[in-house]
């Protein structure tokens, strides 16, 4: 028998060259993404309604790992560790007010205000009745963040003693997009 050469090689070894190409280009995207998930980005899932209607129980958003320079508005992601065990230490919600800044709640009429002016918060489910154990104005203390879920009156966070200021050191990141359910990426 004869084997068909071309070109100086064996017609077999094109077929086994292509599989090797597509070998090598999998395993490099693989460490590609891989390392920008280990150093740039996170996914995170979101456990409970804290933040309805803007994310909801289940769904799946990305993080940037990278600009943790957070502004009011924006949502993120807190490890800060609580010493009450019901309290989850991993958390997700949106910024109301940075270092320096006051907040003060009008629960009678459910309006948030920051420095003296009211929040236009669109985002939220229904206005901020539940004090929740606030007493305030407070400002917030130099690197820390006060953070309130969307869902106002089924939320702990900031207006709550047990969870308090959020130090920014304990920031994973800023929420960039929702990946699950597929097809409804924005975050409001």
């Known amino acids: 028998m004869t084997e068909e050469k071309t070109n100086g090689k064996s017609a077999g070894s094109g077929s086994l060259g292509f599989l090797f190409d597509m070998v090598s280009v999998l395993t490099g995207a ?34 940037s790992a990278f600009d943790l320079d957070v502004e009011p508005g924006e949502i993120v992601v807190t490890c800060q560790p609580s ?7 991993t958390l997700v919600k949106r910024v109301i007010a940075k270092a320096g800044q006051t907040v003060d709640i009008d629960f009678d009429n ?27 104005p407070c400002t917030v203390p130099e690197g820390y963040l006060f ?17 308090g200021f959020i130090r920014e050191d304990y920031i994973l990141g800023k929420a ?9 990426f924005k975050i409001g």
């Open 30 to 63: 693989a460490v590609i993404v891989a390392l920008a998930f280990t150093f740039c980005f996170r996914t995170v899932g979101v456990s409970g309604t804290s933040m309805y209607p803007t994310l909801d129980d289940r769904d799946r958003i990305i993080l």
């Open 83 to 89: 010493m009450y065990s019901y309290i989850e230490s």
């Open 110 to 136: 459910g309006i948030v205000y920051v420095d003296g002016k009211a929040l236009d918060e669109p985002y939220i489910n229904e206005p901020t009745h539940d004090p929740e154990n606030f007493y305030g």
């Open 147 to 163: 953070v309130m879920g969307d869902n106002r009156n089924a939320s702990t966070d900031s207006r709550d003693a047990r969870v």
């Open 176 to 184: 960039l997009f929702r990946i699950a359910p597929f097809g409804n």
